[in-house]
């Protein structure tokens, strides 16, 4: 019974993980796409957007993560973290207000980008309660994020161009409705281990960790990169390359197909490899793929190019997260938000970098800097220690 009882909880975790990858992916890869077509506002103005919301984002999932790490439940935080989710979806659905946008929509966005983490760090817990292997359990997690952009991305520009974007963003809603049914059903309340070390110093010398810093310096170039991409890819190829808006969405469901069984093998590799040899693969992989978009202009070969791009965010996704956990014991919850802020920053740098470049220089010099930052990530990722 216990058995059949806590098999039901982590497929329950893997559902959400796939039905919460879902909702996101349908919403990322056209947010560039609709800013500039349905709100039309300029390249500077989609780059600002991003910023804002991702400095909106670090500032609460900080509060989140330090008020889930000391007490309260962290299933109901869970719980309204999706709820906000789901109203985020509704704006977009039914607002064209840059405003309106930017403000209210860039509120809920930061309070539902706080789920994930929280959701990595309540499976954590429960692995660990359970007696679990963590990192292959994590690595499932995060495969289930990737079959989520497997099916999202095209899904997201087939609706869009298509049906039109307030279709798209309903979709999204429902998605999130029944993620978060499943988690009110299905997922227990871990009860939080009792700390005894000082709550105050716990962060703080985290923060001054020579490694912590390194590896948070790393991770944020790499998701400044990817975000980077991410955000103009779908307008590059569309108006300097001459190619289908639909390709956009292939070339990341593409991507996201690589990344499963990139994922599963470091997931697998990591004990035998270390997680500092697996990141040093997975930068290099990045900069073998920015490299290419610079040299590489033809269908066929951004299609194959998404190799490397796969096994780049495969690995970083899902290693890079549990290199923070094993380098800040006992504080699961800001250690997956330390990652997931690091992401949030790299969308900083990453709007303004891609808004600013786009409007005084155009789309191609965008992946001569991002190659030129992958190299950077790849020299700070060597000097973090192997854990």
């Not at 806590?6 to 975790?13: A, E, L």
Request: include cysteine; aromatic fraction near 10%; charged fraction near 10%.
């Amino acid at each position: 019974m216990l058995k059949r009882r806590v098999n039901s909880v982590y497929i329950t975790f893997l559902l959400v993980s796939l039905l919460c990858g879902i909702a996101g992916a349908l919403q990322a890869p056209t947010l560039s796409l609709f800013l500039t077509n349905e709100v039309n506002v300029r390249p500077m103005w989609v780059g600002l957007f991003y910023t804002v919301n991702a400095i909106a984002g670090i500032a609460i999932s900080f509060l989140l993560a330090n008020r889930s790490d000391n007490k309260g439940d962290r299933r109901k935080l869970l719980l309204v973290c999706i709820l906000m989710a789901i109203g985020n979806s509704l704006v977009f659905a039914f607002s064209r207000d840059y405003l309106v946008l930017i403000t209210v929509g860039v509120l809920l966005a930061a309070i539902a980008n706080a789920a994930m983490p929280q959701m990595f760090a309540l499976a954590r817990e429960h692995a660990d309660r359970s007696s679990s292997e963590v990192v292959m359990f994590s690595s499932m997690m995060r495969a289930m994020l990737s079959l989520a952009w497997v099916l999202g991305p095209p899904l997201s520009f087939m609706l869009a161009l298509k049906y039109g974007f307030t279709l798209m963003y309903l979709c999204a809603a429902g998605v999130y409705v029944a993620s978060m049914v499943m988690i009110w059903v299905f997922l227990p309340s871990v009860p939080r281990a009792e700390q005894t070390v000082d709550k105050v110093v716990v962060p703080v010398s985290a923060w001054r960790n020579r490694d912590v810093r390194l590896l948070f310096l790393a991770s944020l170039l790499m998701w400044t990169c990817n975000i980077m991409y991410v955000i103009d890819m779908p307008l590059y190829i569309t108006r300097d390359l001459g190619l289908p808006e639909g390709l956009a969405g292939l070339l990341m469901g593409t991507a996201a197909g690589i990344e499963i069984p990139a994922m599963l093998l470091a997931g697998y590799l990591v004990k035998r490899w270390g997680k500092r040899r697996l990141m040093l693969f997975a930068v290099a992989s990045g900069v073998l793929f920015y490299a290419g978009l610079v040299l590489f202009e033809s269908k066929t070969a951004l299609m194959l190019l998404q190799l490397f791009n796969a096994i780049f965010i495969g690995i970083i996704a899902g290693i890079g997260m549990l290199y923070f956990q094993d380098l800040m014991p006992g504080r699961a919850g800001s250690a997956t938000t330390l990652f997931t802020n690091s992401i949030s920053t790299g969308v900083i740098c990453a709007g303004l970098l891609q808004g600013a470049i786009v409007e005084n220089f155009g789309h191609e010099p965008v992946y001569w800097v991002i190659t030129f930052l992958s190299l950077v990530a790849f020299g700070l990722m060597w000097k973090v220690k192997d854990v």
